[in-house]
């Protein structure tokens, strides 16, 4: 079992008190918190060994650049990725998605087709639209049911041999749902399509193993997973890598320039131009070993019962529905109380120090589908107890009670 007192102890920010209250801190999902391991790495970077990689024949250069370099190794020994220039580092997310449909730009013809699922984030549904634009490929929809699961009759209903591409995320970020990827990926790889995940919801809570999954590209952010802000990895299959054109062109990602014809660098610095987020980087591999210590099995095991207290108290509220009942859940609960705009709970338990999102979650789709402005979303984290979610409970009470 995790000492979750000790645990607490590590992240400076969950001793504060906001609006005179202690701060219970519910949008995980937005964003983790960030122990003192971390913060302190980030420090230490700028103050020991601060240096551009990859080019300084220095000391310095060197350092920054060997530990930029075991970060990597370090992500993909845990995605247990084959290779080593599998690994890219990213922005975030969003970056890596959009690294992968501006490649595509450059393989997809008219007539071609795009399978997105409704659950998706706007950052995996926009920048596949963008592509479908600029290439005449059309974009297909995985409906999902009233419990938020996607239909998998339909999904395989829409795969045919016009489809190129699979995208879909391991976890809902406004549902929590955890979709049947592994099963998804099998039926796409069966009709010739190459499959993205986006697992910017899955890496908090979970350990992807790529090679056992056997997607195309897995991209998720740091932020999420107590790393900076700033980070992300993109997971590509070597032979995908080797086949999609740069994302962006400048220093690094070069072998030769002249002014008739540049050749690119060999993977992983063919996608990453430009100096990148060194201490991000560095970090993010801090991060991953904090998890690893906390220990995946007991952070699964701390956030279910945190999904199951929060279900059963949040439901003795008469008049609230939670959205996402489908059984394969993280912890997440999102939901409404009747007659109530989300925003208004939102902002009166923050007067009360609890933080939540409220609105659509950048899932506008979703929320079209139960045809409601948004919901109000707790996501919960291996640092958070069954104390806050009862103070979450009373707080949307009292809330209720001064709105109705
Ligand atoms: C947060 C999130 C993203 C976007 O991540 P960024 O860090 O903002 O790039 C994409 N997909 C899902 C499912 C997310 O939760």
């Known amino acids: 079992m995790l000492d979750i007192q000790k645990i607490r102890a590590e992240f400076p920010i969950l001793s504060q008190t906001v609006n005179g209250k202690p ?6 999902g937005a964003t983790s918190q960030k122990p ?6 980030i420090a230490k970077y700028y103050q020991e060994i601060n240096a551009n990689i990859h080019r300084g024949v220095h000391t310095l250069s060197q350092l920054a650049t060997d530990a930029y370099e075991i970060s990597r190794g370090k992500v993909q020994h845990h995605i247990n990725a084959k290779f080593t220039h599998e690994v890219l580092f990213t922005s975030g997310t969003t970056h890596g998605i959009n690294l992968v449909t501006n490649g595509f730009a ?41 419990d938020g699961e996607l239909i998998m009759e339909a ?7 016009k489809t190129k591409v699979v995208t879909v995320n391991h976890i809902s970020n406004a549902l929590g749902i955890i979709n049947p990827i592994k099963y998804m990926i099998e039926k796409a790889h069966a009709v010739g399509a190459a499959v993205l995940i986006d697992g910017a919801q899955a890496v908090p809570h979970l350990k992807p193993d790529v090679q ?6 897995y991209a998720f952010s740091g932020h999420k997973m107590c790393g900076p802000t700033g980070t992300g990895i993109l997971y590509g ?13 400048g220093g690094e990602m070069i072998k030769e320039v002249t002014f008739e014809k540049t050749t690119y660098a060999d993977l992983p610095h063919k996608f990453e131009a430009g100096t990148p987020n060194i201490a991000g980087g560095i ?17 699964q095991k701390q956030e279910e019962e945190l999904l199951a207290h929060a279900t059963k108290r949040l439901l003795e509220i008469e008049g609230l529905k939670i959205y996402g009942t489908g059984k394969n859940k993280a912890s997440v609960v999102s939901f409404n109380i009747d007659g109530i705009h989300p925003y208004d709970i939102g902002s009166i338990i923050d007067k009360l120090g609890i933080a939540v999102r409220t609105g659509h979650h950048c899932a506008q789709p979703i929320m079209n589908f139960f045809c ?12 958070n107890t069954v104390e806050e979610i009862d103070l979450m409970v009373e707080a949307v009470k009292k809330a209720k009670t001064m709105l109705s």
């Open 283 to 299: 970090v993010l591999g801090t991060a991953i070993d904090y998890l690893n210590t906390v220990g995946f099995e007991n952070i």
């Open 372 to 383: 409601i402005p948004g919901t109000i979303r707790a996501s919960f984290s291996f640092y």
């Open 23 to 28: 701060l219970v801190y519910f949008d995980n």
């Open 106 to 146: 450059s393989i997809l013809k008219p007539g071609d087709e795009v399978i997105v699922s409704s659950l998706e984030h706007h950052s995996n549904i926009v920048p596949w639209q963008m592509l479908c634009e600029k290439t005449g490929a059309t974009l297909k929809v995985i409906p999902m049911n009233e």
């Open 155 to 161: 999904y395989e209903a829409l795969l045919s041999e």
């Open 212 to 217: 056992d999954l056997d997607c195309d590209f």
């Open 36 to 41: 003192q391991i971390v913060i302190d790495a």
């Open 237 to 249: 299959k070597e032979v995908w890598l080797n086949k999609l054109p740069p994302y962006q062109g």
